[in-house]
């Protein structure tokens, strides 16, 4: 073996021949998969609920995580999601969501909250963590969306001081503390709560990720967001990332 953990026999070009590398389109979507020298070797296009329409391959290794990168099971011709099993040729899922009591309001045969450009479900529930990749002026900024007692979802964020008060301080710039309510994360995305121009109806959040979780750890998630938030502001340490992380 040589310093890299390679045998000395010619099989390290062979390792760099098992290295691909994925080019996603915008749902994640293994569209086109390239080897080291920048080759493709497969190329995917699909319908628009997830049915392959075009697969171009070469005769090396191909990739089993397709649409919305999940790994698509050739013996039924399904992708499977973790919770459940996804038929992209009857746009169909094979089981109910398995928190589908919890969402009344939401069919328990939907996706991401209704929202699949921008929601990313995890196992198929709850904690909402938003993300404003262009907030805080280009650094970016997160929050969390918690579920309450009665179904309904609330809005935690640290927002930091104003712009005079440096980067540390008494969270002058007004934190979401769970009073602002709504019906479902696609409520809030589409509210004037996440626009950052009245005009342009520009969204402060363009990303969100759905975790799974009870209705304890429900609880907890908000206890843990106000335990952050009762602290002054400081952008090295008790900031909008920690209070989603002490959230979680």
């Known amino acids: 073996m040589n310093a890299n953990g390679f045998p000395y026999n010619g099989k390290y070009d062979d390792y760099k021949k098992l290295q691909f590398y994925y080019h996603p389109d915008h749902l994640g979507s293994s569209s086109y998969i390239t080897n080291l020298d920048g080759e493709v ?17 070469n005769n090396t290794w191909n990739t089993p995580y397709l649409f919305n990168a999940k790994e698509f099971d050739e013996e039924t011709g ?8 996804y038929e992209p040729r009857l746009s169909l899922w094979m089981s109910v969501d398995i928190f589908a ?14 929202n699949p450009l921008i929601s990313i479900d995890i196992n198929c529930d709850s904690l909402f963590v938003l993300t ?3 907030g805080a002026g280009g650094y970016g900024h997160m ?13 935690f964020s640290k927002n930091g001081t104003n712009d005079w008060s440096g980067i540390s301080g008494e ?11 709504f019906n479902s994360p696609k409520e809030f995305l589409r509210s004037s709560k996440n626009s950052v121009d009245s005009k342009t109806k520009q969204p402060e959040y363009t990303e969100g990720y759905l975790i799974p979780a009870t209705t304890q750890q429900d609880e907890a998630a908000k206890r843990g967001a106000l335990e952050e938030l009762n602290k002054n502001y400081n952008v090295l340490g008790s900031n909008c990332t920690k209070t989603v992380q002490n959230a979680l």
Do not use: C
């Open 41 to 57: 070797t497969q190329h995917i296009e699909y319908v628009p609920f997830g049915e392959v329409f075009i697969e171009e391959r």
């Open 78 to 85: 399904m992708y499977y999601y973790g919770a459940r099993y």
């Open 101 to 114: 009591e919890k969402y009344y309001n939401i069919s328990p045969y939907s996706f991401g909250a209704d």
């Open 132 to 134: 404003a990749p262009k």
């Open 143 to 155: 929050a969390i969306l918690i579920q309450t007692k009665d179904k309904k979802w609330a809005l």
């Open 171 to 181: 969270n002058n710039r007004g934190d979401d503390r769970g009073t602002s309510i």
